[in-house]
């Protein structure tokens, strides 16, 4: 008989679940999370497992397992499972950490000192001479670089001619990406015009960003560079000795030893007041011989001037010729490339005659109807005797049609023969120039007036310049007709501007200009009228001013009356100042009025007491490059300018 078998419970499956593979990728606080997940779970699933046992060997009621000891298995392939788990998941969270550790230290360790700029070239150079210049810029870095670019800052006197590669806008070049060791380079080609002995900055900045920064960089190399000298030459040849009168030849001889042109060449001359340049080929750009347009001067190309010109009278000894050679700037400035000079002897003439000018011998300025003083010396100051000398002065005015000089008003006490501008004297007015033995000296005085007028307003720029010519035709007897000549002396023509002033009660028209009593009286105030006027038209003016000041007890109420410039009150040093910037020819005249109220004082009774002191203009003349200076005499109550209150000035 089979035995029949109890029903019994079903055992529960205890078998460990199997893990799942890890991603990929864990952050570490999911490798923390997931690790304290296992352990809760492992701990559920050991109570669970221990309730399970329990209930089965429970069902057995004789036998009790003791369930605090259990002896465990030699290979229990469930914790063999979960340590292992353990383990990948705390090496894959090292890794993770090893990896953002070493991306984040190779971010943060890039400066921008791995980025090299270099400008290669020398360091001196000659004005004008081609010059090569190479910017090398190299990535020593791991990192690569994006949206790079150079930018050079180049001065005004250096010349960009070429560029390999070529620019993509003004001095700057796109680089683009380099790559980690790249490197590359720009060369540039051009010419250096600026002073010797100059020193001067080319400078490169190279732009980037690392491609693992979203902040741009930069690098910054400069290249000081200096001029010793330049590609133009110069020379001046002309005689050691000479005597004064003797016909001098001056040659000047330039040159550009570049292969480059050089635009807007100049040669200059700053002849000394003994030297009296006369003629030139080619001819000069000025009337004064002494500056030369050269032009466009191409590569090894070279050129002459001749310059004819006589040494003045009075001169002697060690003279200086300056000559320079340069460029015109694009602002119209001369650049001086090259400068040398000729020194010449001048042996003492024979005949030496000055002209002295208003008691000056150097150039000066004078107005309208002024009178002009002239005195010339003369003297043998040889060994020798010196027959049937002439001594002339010459009176050359520019414009030639100006009419300046009032000749009929000549006033000449050798009684000169005047000639086309010209006076001289022989020994027909002075017996002594028949023969002027060694030692022998005079002296010619003369004067002249110049016109009030122009009878003509279209010449404005006028200039008097007068010299001494000489004449010997024999020394000792034998016949040698030297001529010389004297320094000349210039005269500027300044502008016809004139100050008016004045004081009134009453108009033209007898309407009432002041206020108060009149006379005057003490202790009871009387405003006047002040009127200023400048009246001009022959050059511009620039810079103008006029100043008064009040006495103690005379005030300013502030009323006033000015057509142009800015009319102003110093209460502490009481003082008037009218100012005004520039008054072209255009604008005959300005006037400026204002009211002055005098209060006089006991000590004034029966006195003329006075409004303004005496009112000073000054004003620089653009034309004549001097300054004007004009005044007036102070202004009294006698109102000697307003016929109706005239007599009516003596405090009561």
Same mark, same amino acid.
């Given at each position: ?10 055992? /529960? ?130 990192? @690569? ?8 800052? $180049? ?59 979203? !902040? ?13 000298? +330049? ?12 005597? @004064? ?34 003629? +030139? ?8 011989? !002494? ?59 024979? $005949? ?43 009176? +050359? ?17 050798? &009684? ?15 017996? !002594? ?13 003369? *004067? ?17 310049? *007068? ?15 030297? &001529?010389?000549? *004297? ?7 300044? *502008? ?23 006379? /005057? ?41 000015? !057509? ?23 604008? &005959? ?10 209060? @006089? ?33 102070? $202004? ?17």
């Amino acid at each position: 008989m089979p035995k029949t078998r109890k029903n019994k419970k079903r055992r /529960p499956d205890t078998r460990p679940i199997k893990p799942q593979p890890p991603s990929d990728w864990i952050c570490p606080e999911s490798i923390s999370m997931m690790a304290e997940d296992d352990r809760l779970l492992s701990r559920v699933r050991t109570e669970d497992i221990e309730k399970e046992l329990s209930t089965i060997y429970l069902e057995n009621e004789d036998v009790k397992p003791d369930m605090t000891r259990l002896e465990q298995a030699k290979h229990s392939t469930f914790k063999k499972i979960v340590v292992g788990g353990l383990v990948f998941l705390s090496v894959l969270a090292g890794i993770s950490a090893l990896g953002f550790f070493y991306f984040g230290q190779h971010k943060g360790g890039f400066t921008g000192e791995q980025v090299t700029l270099s400008i290669d070239g020398p360091s001196e150079v000659k004005s004008g001479e081609p010059v090569t210049y190479t910017i090398k810029y190299r990535n020593a870095s791991d990192v @690569p670089l994006g949206t790079a670019s150079l930018e050079l800052r $180049l001065p005004d006197s250096f010349h960009l001619q070429t560029s390999n590669p070529e620019m993509i806008d003004k001095n700057t070049w796109k680089i683009g990406s380099m790559p980690p060791r790249g490197e590359g380079q720009v060369q540039i080609d051009g010419l250096v015009l600026t002073q010797i002995d100059k020193e001067f900055d080319i400078q490169g900045i190279i732009t980037y960003r690392p491609a693992n920064f979203n !902040s741009e960089f930069q690098k910054v190399a400069t290249k000081t560079i200096k001029t010793v000298g +330049s590609v133009l030459n110069l020379e001046i040849q002309g005689p050691d000795k000479i005597l @004064p009168g003797d016909l001098v030849e001056l040659t000047i001889l330039y040159k550009n030893d570049s292969d480059s042109i050089i635009d807007n060449a100049v040669v200059t001359a700053n002849w000394p007041a003994e030297f009296i340049p006369e003629s +030139s080929e080619p001819m000069a750009t000025d009337e004064t011989f !002494s500056r030369w347009d050269v032009g466009s001067l191409l590569g090894q190309t070279s050129g002459s001037i001749t310059v004819m010109g006589t040494f003045a009278s009075e001169a002697q000894g060690q003279i200086n010729l300056p000559i320079t050679f340069g460029f015109i700037t694009a602002d119209d400035n001369y650049v001086e490339q090259a400068k040398t000079e000729l020194i010449t002897e001048v042996l003492q003439g024979q $005949l030496v005659a000055a002209l002295v000018l208003n008691g000056k011998s150097e150039n000066q300025t004078a107005y309208l109807g002024d009178n002009l003083r002239y005195s010339v010396s003369y003297r043998n100051t040889g060994e020798a005797s010196l027959g049937n000398v002439e001594i002339a002065v010459v009176i +050359s005015v520019t414009p030639e049609e100006a009419d300046l000089v009032l000749w009929n008003e000549l006033e000449d006490e050798a &009684s000169g023969t005047l000639k086309n501008n010209r006076i001289s004297w022989t020994s027909r007015q002075i017996k !002594s120039l028949s023969r002027l033995e060694a030692g022998d000296e005079g002296l010619i005085n003369f *004067s002249f007036p110049l016109v009030a007028e122009l009878a003509s307003a279209t010449a404005n720029n006028l200039v008097i310049n *007068s010299w001494v010519e000489t004449l010997v035709e024999s020394i000792d007897g034998d016949v040698v007709n030297r &001529s010389a000549k *004297s320094q000349p002396v210039e005269v500027k023509i300044m *502008s016809d501007a004139e100050l008016t002033v004045s004081a009134r009660f009453f108009s033209d028209d007898g309407l009432a200009l002041g206020s108060g009593v009149i006379p /005057p009286e003490v202790g009871r105030e009387t405003t006047y009228l002040i009127g200023w006027q400048i009246t001009n038209s022959l050059h511009e003016l620039s810079n103008l001013r006029l100043t008064a000041k009040l006495p103690d007890n005379v005030e300013w109420n502030g009323e006033s009356e000015v !057509s142009a410039g800015d009319l102003r009150y110093d209460a502490a040093e009481r003082k008037m100042t009218w100012t005004l910037n520039r008054l072209p020819r255009t604008v &005959s005249s300005v006037n400026i009025n204002f009211e002055a109220t005098i209060t @006089p004082a006991e000590d004034q009774r029966n006195r003329i007491p006075t409004l303004v002191d005496a009112t000073v203009f000054e004003a620089t003349d653009n034309t004549a490059e001097a300054t004007i200076l004009l005044s007036q005499p102070p $202004l009294t109550t006698s109102l000697n300018d307003d016929p109706r209150a005239l007599g009516k000035g003596r405090v009561r």
